[in-house]
């Protein structure tokens, strides 16, 4: 990458952008973990060559802490924060900043090792999955116990997470969920043991940055139609399902499958190995 980031480290290989979050002594959200997230959005937004996005952190104990609170002390200045300008400007620059991430035409993936309270829980509920450190992960929603309410979107993508109920025993609650618990109710993809994490995630993002183009944008944006309505997700799918259906590598790829023993009893037993060897 090109750009210069005081808090992110960045790399691309093979159409896997890794970015490391690197801001000590706490990774706290403040205007430096801010702006530099910002820039990465900006650069990723146009940039076709990046089909995932992998979003980790340099500090084992601190996915990010949670926002910076001296933030409190002056909010007109956090408020004029150059952040996410073409989103709506009547929300707060986090909001604004999760919502940008959120609409990355990439997949983020999220590799939770340590904590993530406030923000930094906020930023990991905005991306399109989660796994989590089995032995060491915890997310959590303090917010409440400051008095006030979550106020970087926490509110409005838990619902839709782990549903209505829970997301109000995380937030009015607000103790810190471990990743056994946060898998149970849906915040998290898997948790897995520690020493898997970089394994499960990483081979999880090679997958998806293999296949053809556009089919990742048009799942997410099948799945994301869904949560409107049901009828909404159909039609979305359908449209983008007629339009990749259309493409010529799909006839490739359906016939070298049956070549290879799609339709055969011995070839449906292993389908998914025949179909790996299609984009290798």
């Known amino acids: 990458m090109t750009h210069e980031y005081s808090a992110l480290t960045v790399s691309v290989t093979d159409g896997v952008a890794q970015v490391t979050i690197d801001n000590p002594p706490l990774n706290l959200f403040d205007s430096t973990l801010l702006l530099d997230l910002d820039r990465l959005a ?8 990046v089909r995932v996005i992998v979003f980790d952190s340099a500090d084992p104990d601190f996915f990010v802490a949670h926002g910076d609170m001296t933030m409190a002390d002056d909010p007109a200045s956090f408020g004029e924060l150059p952040i996410a300008l073409e989103e709506d400007q009547s929300l707060n620059p986090m909001m604004r900043l999760h919502e940008r991430i959120r609409s990355l035409p990439q997949v983020t993936i999220a590799k939770l090792r340590g904590l993530a309270r406030g923000g930094g829980a906020e930023l990991l509920s905005a991306m399109d999955m989660r796994f989590a450190s089995l032995e060491h992960a915890g997310l959590g929603q303090i917010e409440c116990g400051m ?17 209505r109920a829970r997301a109000l025993e995380i937030i009015l609650g607000w103790q810190l969920i471990d990743a056994t618990t946060a898998e149970r109710i849906g915040w998290v993809n898997r948790a897995v043991p520690s020493a898997e994490l970089d394994h499960v995630v990483d081979t999880l993002a090679a997958r998806i940055a293999a296949l ?19 009828t909404h997700g159909l039609q979305k799918a359908n449209e983008l399902f007629g339009r990749l259906f259309a493409e010529p590598v799909v ?10 023993g799609a339709h055969t009893r011995d070839g449906e037993r292993r389908l998914e190995a025949i179909v790996d060897k299609l984009t290798s």
């Open 147 to 163: 008095g006030i309410i979550p106020g970087a979107g926490g509110t409005a993508y838990l619902p839709g997470l782990v549903g």
């Open 251 to 260: 006839g490739r790829f359906t016939r070298a499958a049956l070549a290879a």
């Open 212 to 230: 053809p183009h556009g089919v990742a944008r048009a799942a997410v944006e099948a799945v994301d139609a869904a949560t409107e309505s049901t």
């Open 42 to 49: 900006d650069s990723m937004s146009g940039n076709d060559d």
